[in-house]
């Protein structure tokens, strides 16, 4: 099925400890997204990107990298996990805004990483 | 700065009544709204936007939301509510056509809507 996956589903990790999120989608979206839930504070943008190649930082971009070598990929990685990054973790993606405006609907969700450092 | 309220941590309402879910937002020029659900472990599904035209827009699962420009509010409401409905749902804004700045979604801190049998 069409649509946008994240591996792993959980993941427990030590404080100091790297590790990649993954994130797919197949229906050729140029702009790909990383957001994180934390109860109370809604979803936050971590990094986001427009198109292969590009990336840019969200909201709370610390901690975190992302690379776009491929429409397709857009993995998120900690370099040295914190409790502080305890979180749900929701990867997104849409078509480009002019297209999204007429037919889209913001954004196609994965269903989420629930990450936990300790 | 952009950025979206949803001043209810939590609504309650009994099975076949109507309820709404209430959300503001606070952004200069015309934004597209967007109301969201996520189901316990899932990730969000989309319900509706409203990007231009009718004030009132239908989405999926019967839901509907009022654009008031005015009060810069785009409340969710449903007229007969059922348990399957118990979710939790995201008020989100977006500017249009951003793509050179921040190009995602502001979302609101989430309403917890639980109906009661």
């Known amino acids: 099925n069409a649509g946008v996956t994240q591996t792993p589903k959980f993941q427990v990790l030590k404080t100091g400890q790297s590790m990649t999120l993954q994130c797919a989608q197949d229906?050729?979206?140029?702009?790909m997204s990383w957001y994180r839930q934390d109860p109370g504070m809604g979803l936050r943008l971590i990094h986001y990107s427009v198109g292969a190649g590009i990336t840019d930082q969200g909201e709370v971009p610390n901690g975190y990298n992302v690379s776009r070598s491929t429409t397709e990929d857009f993995p998120l990685r900690l370099l040295s996990a914190a409790p502080s990054q305890t979180s749900v973790y929701f990867c997104?993606?849409?078509?480009?805004?002019?297209?999204?405006?007429?037919?889209?609907?913001?954004?196609?969700f994965g269903q989420g990483t629930r990450l936990t450092v300790v | 700065a952009q950025s979206v309220a949803q001043p209810e941590d939590q609504v309650n309402v009994a099975e076949g009544n109507p309820l709404t879910v209430k959300c503001t937002y606070s952004v200069s020029g015309n934004p597209y709204l967007f109301w969201y659900v996520q189901y316990p472990n899932r990730g969000l599904q989309f319900l509706l936007k409203y990007i231009t035209g009718d004030n009132l827009v239908k989405g999926s699962y019967g839901f509907e939301a009022e654009f008031n420009k005015s009060q810069t509010s785009f409340h969710l409401k449903k007229p007969s509510a059922l348990v399957s409905d118990s979710a939790l749902y995201f008020c989100?804004?977006?500017?249009?056509?951003?793509?050179?700045?921040?190009?995602?979604?502001?979302f609101g801190k989430g309403t917890h809507l639980i109906i009661q049998p």
């Open positions: 997104a993606s849409r078509i480009q805004a002019r297209l999204d405006r007429l037919s889209g609907r913001g954004a196609f």
């Open positions: 229906m050729n979206h140029e702009y």
């Open positions: 989100a804004v977006r500017f249009p056509y951003s793509g050179g700045g921040a190009d995602g979604l502001t």
